[in-house]
């Protein structure tokens, strides 16, 4: 085992919205890369959580029905490939659910040409879960008008084959708490709404029951950070404690702003971290950033942001 110290963020280029798989003995990174007129899907790996190297742009290029700005990619283990599910949008407008695989993890992935949901308009983030069972389910972000807070919320469908939703999505986390307001009077769908935002979901299956964190609010604003649900099964019905904020990380002015879309990786001694991207005060970039994650009866909590030196992960010298 390797002892040692490590200081957040422990990737120091543009890399949003990391989702870490560990795979054939080495941990894998996944994220969003940098880019005004176009973003693409960057990849990173590592031995031991906290040194990493670049491996580039993990997705074959090809035809994406003109979408320009690539978000937010996971990768799953599923029988003899790994399957990567992302979205695909220009800007921030019209993201679609896609899929890609590939014979390794760290790629090529090649885009399947199918969207996941064809029946929403914007769907982001998607997160792939596989239950205790075997069952496959995909949580993702939606759009949604009806609700008593508008905005940006987390649904759950089955997945009944690696490029097949059922079709019956089902809510996870609707907006319900004033910090989860994104923008006030802000134009969405030819009208204007309190715009309300809960985005990025990653599933557990610890302490009997199932936990759903995600993010939630504006960025820009002291309140912005991770929080967490939980049910007693995947499809639900989930429920979370009321607050006035995030309950696992937030914003530290003058420190870290807008630490979110966490997913989670256990290191060789069984403990979990907390993955997740965070701007620097200056606002110039998205850096990965890795905390402890640890577990009480009322669920996960974290010490981060952190920002000083951190007892490192529970790694194997070597892949």
């Known amino acids: 085992m390797t002892p040692g110290t490590y200081t957040n963020p422990v990737f120091g280029g543009y890399f949003a919205d990391p989702f870490v798989l560990a795979a054939e003995g080495r941990y894998y990174a996944f994220g969003t890369g940098a880019g005004t007129t176009a973003?693409?899907?960057?990849?990173?790996?590592?031995?031991?959580?906290?040194?990493?190297?670049?491996?580039?742009?993990?997705?074959?290029?090809?035809?994406?029905?003109?979408?320009?700005?690539?978000?937010?990619?996971?990768?799953?283990?599923?029988?003899?490939?790994?399957?990567?599910?992302?979205?695909?949008?220009?800007?921030?407008?019209?993201?679609?659910?896609?899929?890609?695989?590939?014979?390794?993890?760290?790629?090529?992935?090649?885009?399947?040409?199918?969207?996941?949901?064809?029946?929403?308009?914007?769907?982001?983030?998607?997160?792939?879960?596989?239950?205790?069972?075997?069952?496959?389910?995909?949580?993702?972000?939606?759009?949604?008008?009806?609700?008593?807070?508008?905005?940006t919320a987390v649904v759950v469908d089955r997945l009944l084959a690696p490029d097949r939703l059922a079709g019956h999505p089902r809510p996870v986390i609707v907006p319900?708490?004033?910090?989860?307001?994104?923008?006030?009077?802000?134009?969405?769908?030819?009208?204007?709404?309190?715009?309300?935002?809960?985005?990025?979901?990653?599933?557990?299956?610890?302490?009997?029951?199932?936990?759903?964190?995600?993010?939630?609010?504006?960025?820009?604003?002291?309140?912005?950070?991770?929080?967490?649900?939980?049910?007693?099964?995947?499809?639900?019905?989930?429920?979370?404690?009321?607050s006035d904020g995030p309950l696992v990380v937030r914003t530290r002015p003058g420190a870290v702003h807008g630490p979110g879309h966490a997913s989670v990786v256990a290191d060789d001694a069984g403990t979990d971290w907390l993955v997740y991207h965070a701007w620097d005060p200056a606002g110039t970039a998205r850096r990965m950033c890795l905390d402890r994650l640890d577990w009480t009866d009322d669920g996960p909590v974290c010490a981060g942001p952190t920002t000083d030196p951190q007892p490192a992960p529970t790694v194997r010298s070597g892949p």
């Open 39 to 151: 973003q693409s899907l960057l990849g990173l790996v590592s031995d031991d959580l906290v040194a990493w190297t670049k491996l580039g742009t993990v997705l074959t290029p090809g035809a994406l029905d003109g979408a320009t700005h690539l978000w937010a990619p996971e990768v799953a283990r599923m029988g003899p490939e790994y399957v990567m599910y992302y979205s695909a949008g220009v800007g921030d407008t019209a993201h679609r659910l896609r899929v890609a695989t590939a014979a390794r993890p760290a790629g090529p992935y090649r885009d399947l040409g199918v969207n996941l949901a064809p029946r929403e308009p914007f769907a982001i983030d998607p997160h792939p879960f596989q239950d205790r069972d075997g069952a496959w389910y995909l949580y993702y972000a939606v759009d949604r008008l009806e609700s008593d807070r508008v905005g």
């Open 176 to 242: 319900s708490a004033d910090w989860q307001l994104f923008l006030a009077g802000r134009a969405m769908y030819d009208a204007v709404y309190d715009w309300h935002t809960c985005e990025g979901p990653f599933v557990l299956d610890r302490q009997g029951g199932y936990w759903c964190l995600y993010s939630g609010g504006n960025w820009q604003r002291p309140s912005y950070g991770v929080s967490v649900a939980s049910a007693p099964h995947p499809l639900g019905p989930w429920r979370e404690e009321p």
